[in-house]
């Protein structure tokens, strides 16, 4: 699974060409949050995280995300 934050469309871009090497889903954590969906389903072998960096640092919401 690659989790993705994307205001731009640039790290959707990157996380779509990850997954399709890695045959991995993608999944918005923009799209989670309106959703208010913090739970998967499954178990997870393998995770991957997209997200821009700001000021050498992730995205405060990509973090709140993944400690949810």
């Known amino acids: 699974m690659i989790l993705y934050f994307?205001?731009?469309g640039n790290c959707e871009y990157v996380a779509k060409r990850?997954?399709?090497k890695s045959g991995d889903e993608?999944?918005?954590?923009a799209e989670r949050y309106?959703?208010?969906?913090?739970d998967f389903p499954g178990k997870i072998e393998t995770l991957g995280i997209v997200s821009p960096t700001y000021a050498?640092?992730?995205?405060?919401?990509?973090?709140?995300?993944c400690s949810k």
Do not use: L
């Open 56 to 65: 050498w640092g992730c995205r405060s919401s990509s973090v709140n995300f």
């Open 6 to 8: 994307s205001a731009t």
């Open 34 to 38: 309106k959703k208010r969906s913090f």
């Open 18 to 20: 990850i997954a399709e």
């Open 26 to 29: 993608t999944v918005s954590v």
